[in-house]
């Protein structure tokens, strides 16, 4: 079946520091989309990539889907403690209907430093 | 909008009780999602369900059943819990035909 490799799975970083985490599939993903969860809560959309090359920024965030398809980066620019939380990459498998399920990553800790 | 609600936040429950977890969307949704979050594993889709009336199994659904009750509300339900439900559960919406999912805050559940 599909599946996500997210890395690193965890990154312990000082403040102000940029960030780079990756996710790669041996499957080719039409979407690609980025989720943080803070700590305690659900997780929330950063950012959605729809085009093989595509560039996305969202503030100091910025995401990229891969050329061949099999995977995305994100990167985080002068990290600040808000930043922590566990950062998700998602696709979508075969689609059932009208429904999308998604395949994530396990997910990258990331962790700021004061 | 208070966009994706659960209920309860957490939950104790022994080994063989049952209980529901709540969903609901205000955002209009066709598609709603329930997931189990376990450390290191990301979130696994445990049901799900297309548009009002239709439900289907995800990738984890033994010990599990859904109900989506109207097209705002979409429960799972534990018949008997066993240790291994130990989880943090998510529900999930979207519009037709879009790979956006939008989380409700979860549930926490200790089965003992």
């Known amino acids: 079946g599909q599946q996500l490799n997210q890395s690193p799975q965890s990154m312990f970083i000082q403040e102000g520091e940029d960030v780079s985490m990756n996710c790669t599939s041996s499957s080719i993903f039409n979407t690609w989309l980025w989720y943080k969860q803070d700590p305690g809560e659900g997780p929330v959309l950063l950012i959605a990539l729809y085009k093989a090359g595509e560039l996305t920024s969202n503030g100091r965030l910025t995401a990229q889907f891969g050329i061949t398809r099999k995977d995305s980066f994100l990167n985080i620019s002068a990290s600040i403690p808000s930043d922590v939380g566990i950062y998700f990459c998602?696709?979508?498998?075969?689609?059932?209907?009208?429904?999308?399920?998604?395949?994530f990553g396990s997910g990258t800790q990331l962790t700021v430093l004061p | 909008n208070a966009g994706v609600t659960q209920t309860p936040k957490f939950q104790v429950l022994k080994t063989g009780q049952s209980m529901t977890l709540q969903c609901a969307q205000d955002?209009?949704?066709?598609?709603m999602y329930w997931y189990r979050q376990d450390p290191g594993m990301g979130l696994r889709l445990i049901y799900y369900?297309?548009?009002?009336?239709?439900?289907d199994k995800g990738e984890v659904p033994n010990g599990y059943n859904v109900s989506r009750l109207n097209k705002r509300e979409f429960s799972l339900r534990l018949e008997s819990a066993a240790p291994s439900q130990t989880s943090v559960y998510f529900c999930?919406?979207?519009?037709?035909?879009?790979?956006?999912?939008?989380f409700g805050p979860g549930t926490r559940l200790l089965v003992l």
């Open positions: 369900s297309a548009s009002e009336g239709t439900t």
């Open positions: 998602a696709g979508p498998r075969v689609s059932s209907g009208s429904a999308r399920q998604l395949t």
């Open positions: 955002m209009n949704h066709n598609s």
């Open positions: 999930a919406s979207s519009k037709w035909d879009q790979e956006t999912q939008y």
